[in-house]
């Protein structure tokens, strides 16, 4: 089955690339690997912003962090020149947690992309992965997530 026949039957449509908020590139392909930029927590509404531990909880951030796998997705897409069925595996992501002093579940949050990454993608969405946190982020989103893909 395809990557986006898979998406389709979890209800998710890529949508197009988001693009860059600043001066980098949103993807850089370096032989088999793609990197992609980080992504920020964004739906069809705008921005998903908050802090964790303040007006947040911990499944509102993985909510969030669905948001930044589905960037991530649409910016591998991109990066595949339009055939995302290119991907080899995802190798690691990075999560930016938004959050308190004292809130701890950053793993808890970037769940919410892992999760989803292994759903859609099978064994090929096995991947490593950081989840730290962060004092703020870009227009006070609540999370933000790069990612390197292997890709064919």
């Keep these: 089955m395809s990557i986006e026949a898979r998406l389709a ?9 988001p693009a860059p908020a ?13 990197f ?3 992504q920020i927590s964004a739906n069809a ?5 908050g802090k964790l531990g303040e007006n947040m909880t911990a499944e509102d951030g993985a909510v969030a962090a669905k948001a ?12 595949c020149d339009g055939d995302i069925d290119r991907l080899v595996r ?33 064994d ?5 992965r950081s989840a730290v946190s962060a004092a703020s982020l870009p227009f006070g989103v609540a999370v933000e997530i790069e990612g390197i893909f292997e890709i064919s």
């Design 124 to 128: 090929k969405g096995s991947h490593s």
């Design 90 to 122: 995802v190798v690691k992501l990075v999560g930016f947690v938004n959050s308190t002093p004292d809130f701890g579940d950053q793993p808890k949050v970037i769940n919410g992309c892992s999760d989803f990454m292994v759903e859609a993608l099978g």
């Design 36 to 38: 992609v930029s980080g």
């Design 45 to 49: 509404d705008g921005f998903i912003t």
């Design 22 to 34: 600043a001066n980098y590139v949103p993807w850089v392909r370096t032989g088999n690997l793609l």
């Design 68 to 79: 930044c796998a589905i960037s991530l997705l649409a910016q591998l897409k991109a990066g």
């Design 9 to 17: 039957e979890l209800g998710v449509t890529l949508p197009d690339a």
